[in-house]
């Protein structure tokens, strides 16, 4: 079984910064990536960032230059440094990590549980 944990999440005026972290912990031999994602209410799920192994990030427009995405290996770990949060930030972000099991399995996709962000005028 995978876990991830997510924290970080809460309320913040625009302007403002947060630091979101996502562990992943469980029956891992690999991870292909890990990322985070949002849905902001009454909207469908985006790309926020996304981390491969061996990679860089790839941001969606609407964060970059205002968002980074790091990564602990050692803690399978990752963070989301958003600076300059706008009230269109507001969403539940979600955690996800692309990962394999075996040596020579498929690659499993997991979800956390999200995390609130709500970005104040």
């Known amino acids: 079984q995978v876990r991830l944990v997510e924290s970080g999440g809460g309320l913040v005026q625009a302007g403002g910064s947060l630091t979101l972290s996502c562990a992943a912990s469980g029956s891992i031999v690999s991870i292909n990536s890990m990322g985070w994602y949002r849905q902001p209410p009454g909207k469908q799920r985006e790309l926020v960032a996304v981390l491969p192994s061996g990679g860089s990030t790839n941001y969606g427009d609407s964060v970059k230059g205002r968002f980074a995405m790091s990564r602990d290996n050692a803690k399978s770990t990752v963070y989301l440094q958003m600076n300059s949060l706008k009230p269109e930030d507001t969403a539940v972000y979600y955690c996800?990590?692309?990962?394999?099991?075996?040596?020579?399995?498929?690659?499993?996709?997991?979800w956390g549980q999200g995390t609130q962000v709500t970005v104040s005028s």
């Open positions: 996800k990590v692309e990962y394999s099991d075996d040596y020579t399995g498929p690659i499993r996709s997991y």
